[in-house]
């Protein structure tokens, strides 16, 4: 039976760069994903720049589009543009990009073991055993980066699910030449497009991800809702979708991120952002934090769990902690946002390509400072 001293559950951004990490100071490293690699992965595939930027190399290779310009759009009536230098939003395909990061944890040493699923964990005073629908492993630190359903934090003693998980749906679609050339060319939200959520319209090499996301825990038929938008986009003819729905958890775990040496990473933690859904960015820094966390704590299960919830404090946490409280009201009380909006539309949207660009994190005092703005507006 092998040893290792950390074994990740799942191959996505989270668990490839928590891998890397660890390789990059020699520590010994499995990855398992129970999927053949690269594998496809529900998603829209917008990469903010904090995430590009925080990467230590280079995804050119990988990049489908790249969009310096955002739109945001509240119906006909609104519409807010930002520009930055470099691009705020990169358009990647799942499969291309997460085997990228796979890649590079490989050259440094990873051991990946595909078509191997995770089927239970067994507790023993020295290590944890892993049973695998191939081999059995044994590791020192286990660390649950497999997604949103994350079978690893259940089997590791996470019975309730605390976080909240919010419905999606995506299509990869395939548009007349005409609507393509139309709608290549920008990469837009539209606020609403769902009640208290959104739409997007995300355009890759020669197709487009259109997909929408409501911020509530609700039934709601996502697929009329999706038509609908495929008429607020103006396509007239699709040549080819492929519909994808899936969960995105837009809130953190509230019982704890480390159990019995198992720690829990990106969506199984819960670290998606709760305003925009957008998720691979945390993925990425969730992992490198529990990356540092066991290498600062020279591979000490107690120290390493105390540190990882220090990081987490430090700067995950807080921001995502800010983020319910603004997609609370940005969703939920629209009328009262609209007012604000028509005044400071403009100022809000380049506040989140700000957020995007990873050059600041929601403020802390958001609800004094949104409230004395609606005071201003009233009286
Ligand atoms: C419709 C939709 C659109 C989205 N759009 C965006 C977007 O545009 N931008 C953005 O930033 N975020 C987006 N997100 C969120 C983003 O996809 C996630 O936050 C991100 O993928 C989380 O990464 P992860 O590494 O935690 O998990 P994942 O990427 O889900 O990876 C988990 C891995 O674990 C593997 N696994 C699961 N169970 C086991 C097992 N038992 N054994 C072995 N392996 C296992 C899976 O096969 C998978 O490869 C979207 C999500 C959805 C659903």
């Not at 990988?62 to 358009?91: A, N």
């Not at 591979?299 to 540190?307: I, Q, T, V």
């Not at 403009?346 to 050059?359: H, K, P, Y």
């Amino acid at each position: 039976m092998k040893h290792f001293d950390v074994a990740i559950i799942g191959s996505g951004p989270s668990g490839a760069s928590t891998a890397f990490y660890l390789a990059k100071k020699g520590i010994s490293t499995v990855l398992v994903e129970k999927e053949t690699l690269p594998r496809y992965k529900t998603c829209g595939g917008g990469f903010v720049y904090r995430g590009r930027k925080s990467l230590p190399f280079k995804i050119d290779e990988i990049v489908e589009r790249e969009f310096r310009t955002v739109d945001v759009y509240l119906g006909s009536k609104m519409h807010f543009k930002t520009h930055r230098e470099r691009p705020t939003i990169t358009m990647v395909m799942r499969d291309a990009f997460d085997n990228l990061i796979v890649e590079k944890a490989k050259e440094l040493g990873v051991t990946i073991l595909e078509d191997t699923k995770l089927k239970s964990l067994d507790f023993t005073e020295k290590f944890i055993k892993l049973n695998t629908s191939q081999d059995q492993l044994t590791a020192k630190f286990v660390i649950a980066a497999d997604g949103a359903l994350s079978p690893t934090a259940k089997m590791a003693d996470w019975t309730n699910d605390t976080r909240k998980l919010i419905p999606a749906l995506e299509y990869e679609v395939e548009v007349s030449d005409e609507d393509f050339e139309r709608l290549s060319k920008e990469v837009r939200f539209d606020m609403d497009a769902i009640p208290y959520g959104y739409g997007w319209s995300f355009p890759k090499k020669n197709h487009l991800s259109i997909g929408i996301a409501s911020a509530r825990r609700t039934k709601i038929n996502l697929k009329e809702y999706y038509k609908k938008y495929l008429d607020t986009l103006q396509i007239k003819h699709i040549i080819k979708e492929q519909q994808h729905g899936f969960q995105i958890p837009v809130s953190p775990r509230t019982d704890g991120f480390v159990k019995n040496n198992v720690f829990l990473i990106g969506d199984a933690a819960g670290f998606a952002d709760p305003v925009t859904a957008e998720g691979i960015s945390n993925a990425i820094l969730s992992g490198k934090l529990a990356a540092e966390a066991i290498i600062e704590s020279q591979l000490n299960p107690e120290k390493a769990a105390d540190l990882y919830f220090e990081k987490l404090n430090e700067c995950i946490l807080p921001e995502i902690k800010t983020g319910l409280w603004l997609s609370k009201f940005f969703y939920e009380q629209r009328k009262i946002r609209n007012l604000l909006l028509k005044k400071y539309g403009q100022r809000f949207s380049e506040a989140m390509a700000d957020v995007f660009m990873g050059d600041r994190t929601y403020p802390h005092d958001i609800k004094k400072k949104i409230t004395s703005k609606i005071k201003e507006l009233v009286f």
